[in-house]
């Protein structure tokens, strides 16, 4: 197995649905790649721990809900940019739909998932910085793993 | 694989980081039906029909004309009115 550093990877969005949630029904889709990504974070499923001390005998553990996670990527702003401007009307607060997202790593290996985007914050810091956004991508469904061959 | 194509104009402008094609204000052209799906729905871009350049009425060739129909109108009834009926 070889490992590689993350860049080259992508992050694009797209507002349709697809027709199955496996890859060949994400694979068909469309999607407009966001610009300017500093960082995705941490991507893939965190099980809650149901635990039980009985009298007698180790604690048990037990899986509970999944939530599929977050994503708050650093984006430098750019007004002008496809993805990110599809990425900020996601952001709406009064809109509730689910978007479809792709994760393209360098060798190739792709992950879906859909979710809805709570905000799309701006940061200004010092002069001596670029104007950001982060964006809050609360992911809502199972993420679809598709690596290449 | 094949997509439709749709027909979009562009209401502002804006570059795609993925395909690198950048887009001008106004611009009219041809778009895979996703492409086009996903600027839309971005408020980039709207449908647009095939005519190159909206109809517009020349004002000044209007006002002769509407008084000649004012004169003419006003010597015989209105269509329709003598049947009674209408189609």
Partial sequence: ?149 | MSETKKLARIKSDFSDNGTGESYTKGQKLSLDKGVFDNYVAAGLAEAATARATPRTKPKGKAAPAAKAASKTSAASPPAGEDLGTSD
């Avoid at chain 1, 039980?52 to 048990?60: A, D, I, M, N, S």
């Fill in chain 1, 1 to 149: 197995m070889v490992s590689s550093t993350a860049a080259g990877t992508t992050l694009a969005i797209s507002a349709a649905a697809p027709a199955t949630f496996d890859a060949a029904g994400y694979g068909a889709l469309t999607f407009t790649e966001i610009g300017g990504v500093e960082k995705l974070g941490a991507l893939g499923a965190d099980t809650e721990t149901v635990a039980f001390q009985p009298l007698k005998g180790p604690k048990e553990k037990h899986k509970g809900p999944t939530d599929y996670g977050t994503l708050n990527p650093p984006i430098a702003h750019d007004k002008s940019d496809a993805g990110q401007t599809l990425l900020r009307t996601a952001s709406g607060p009064t809109n509730h739909a689910l978007y479809s997202f792709k994760a393209t790593m360098p060798n190739g290996d792709k992950r879906f998932f859909q979710a809805r985007v709570f905000g799309y914050p701006e940061v200004i810091e010092g002069a001596a910085s670029i104007v950001m956004a982060t964006p809050r991508i609360e992911i809502c469904t199972v993420i679809v793993k598709d690596d290449a061959v």
